[in-house]
């Protein structure tokens, strides 16, 4: 789908869900999400604010990229060609999954005029930006924040061991509370309180995608598409990322966080994260302790679990396993039921809501007649028949209404037939067929305005508005 399909795509079912998209920025927020992953990535930085220029950008990259593409693809024919009747058929090539490779995408960026390199955004060698930590004034290689590969790989195997490859496996705090190796808290985000999820068996660190908008963060581009794996089986690819500031404890965390749709947490911090800080968890205490050297540790205490549950990936793993899943609703057997005297519109008319009904009501002033066509005779029209169990249902029901005073006997020529209908719960409702008497009833007939037909004649008649 090309990106002028998309728009036209997105326009029509936005009309259908205009809530979505209040202004300017949620309309271009959801447009970009919807994007290819080449063409978001290219888009991302510049984080437009008017959708029409979104629309416009989206589209050069998308012929940019095209053009690009047909270029490579008439130099593989044409080297393909040339050496085809001397090796065969040219073998074939083979991407990794976690994005496009360096090699032969480089030019797909733009040239940095400051290093010399291809890549998106601002250069980090331009304030000396660490790769390692996202602090200034210093180059990965000398950070003093970096841990060595042993020490991460170490904490990594005894911590998560869980498998390799970006992937979250608590997504909602019923799961975290009740996970052995997981803590949850609340922690401090540019002076916004957020819930965070220590997590040792994720294997990176990541960020709501609501909190990034809440906050206005700044978004930087990944260098590779991550595909990250939900607990429910299912794959993500993410393209960007944040450089913030946490703060525990009144303690100031610089950290590089990756942008995902999770909705029960606000930030999560995986093992690259632990390994960072050398964070120790207790996970019986649920207590996180943050090693800083040449100064004291900070502790940090979790919220406690209180029921005993199981994540939705281990349930999910049991019932492919064979065991038996039952489906519960479960309903407030105490809850208070509604009575009529707590209405108060009841209560003040109390006459009129009687419990039982004890007759027909009183006569009225005005006497109610039915006008029916001139010279129309009484209609008489023979019983339908019944059976056994409908004739002792009309007997009871005919009995219970002349106890109760609704009906009487009467021998008018203008008697109607009965009929019974089958109800839902299978028992029998008794209805009076009307339809001959209606055929020779006279309609009443009463012309009603449409809206636009009253705005009409205000406009004609200004002063009864006056």
């Known amino acids: 789908m090309t990106v002028h399909e998309y728009e036209a795509k997105f326009n029509s079912l936005a009309k259908f869900a205009p809530q979505m998209v209040p202004n300017e920025k949620e309309k271009c927020y959801l447009f970009r999400k919807g994007l290819r992953d080449s063409i978001r990535t290219a888009v991302l930085p510049f984080q437009h604010q008017l959708y029409s220029e979104l629309v416009n950008m989206a589209s050069i990259v998308e012929q940019d990229q095209l053009i690009i593409q047909n270029r490579r693809q008439a130099a593989a024919k044409r080297k393909g060609g040339a050496s085809r009747s001397y090796s065969g058929p040219a073998p074939k090539k083979f991407h990794s999954s976690t994005g496009p490779s360096n090699s032969g995408g480089s030019t797909d960026k733009p040239q940095c005029q400051h290093c010399g390199k291809h890549h998106w955004g601002q250069c980090r060698l331009l304030n000396r930006t660490c790769y390692a930590c996202g602090e200034t004034g210093h180059m990965s290689p000398n950070c003093p924040k970096k841990v060595t590969p042993t020490t991460s790989a170490s904490m990594a195997s005894t911590a998560g061991g869980r498998g390799g490859g970006p992937c979250i496996y608590a997504l909602t705090q019923h799961e975290a509370q009740e996970s052995p190796d997981i803590i949850t808290g609340i922690i401090s985000l540019y002076n916004s309180l957020v819930i965070a999820l220590f997590d040792s068996g994720a294997s990176h660190s990541f960020i709501s995608e609501n909190v990034v908008r809440k906050l206005a963060l700044l978004v930087y581009p990944l260098d590779d598409v991550l595909n990250v794996a939900l607990p429910m089986g299912t794959t993500i ?230």
């Open 237 to 466: 690819s993410v393209t960007s990322c944040v450089n913030i500031k946490i703060t525990i404890k009144d303690r100031i965390f610089p950290s590089k966080l990756i942008i995902v749709p999770i909705t029960e947490f606000d930030v999560i911090l995986g093992i690259d994260w632990l390994s960072l800080y050398r964070v120790i968890i207790d996970c019986r205490e649920k207590k996180v302790k943050v090693c800083i050297s040449g100064s004291s540790d900070v502790v940090y205490y979790g919220q406690g679990s209180r029921v005993q549950l199981i994540s939705a990936l281990q349930a999910h793993q049991l019932v492919r396993s064979g065991c038996e899943a039952y489906l519960m609703v479960m309903l407030d057997a105490k809850a208070d039921l509604t009575e009529l005297q707590s209405v108060p519109v009841v209560k003040e008319y109390a006459d009129v809501f009687p419990e039982d009904l004890s007759g027909l009501p009183p006569d009225g002033e005005v006497e109610f007649s039915i006008e029916l066509v001139p010279g129309t005779g009484p209609i008489s029209k023979v019983p339908y028949r019944m059976a056994t169990a409908e004739l002792l249902e009309l007997k009871t029901q005919i009995q219970e209404m002349l106890d109760k005073n609704y009906i009487r006997p009467s021998t008018s020529p203008w008697g109607a037939p009965v009929l019974f209908v089958k109800k839902n719960d299978s028992s029998l409702r008794m209805c009076i067929d009307y339809r001959e008497l209606n055929r020779v009833t006279m309609k009443n007939k009463y012309p009603l305005l449409r809206i636009g037909d009253l705005f009409v004649l205000f406009m004609r008649y200004p002063s009864i508005l006056s």
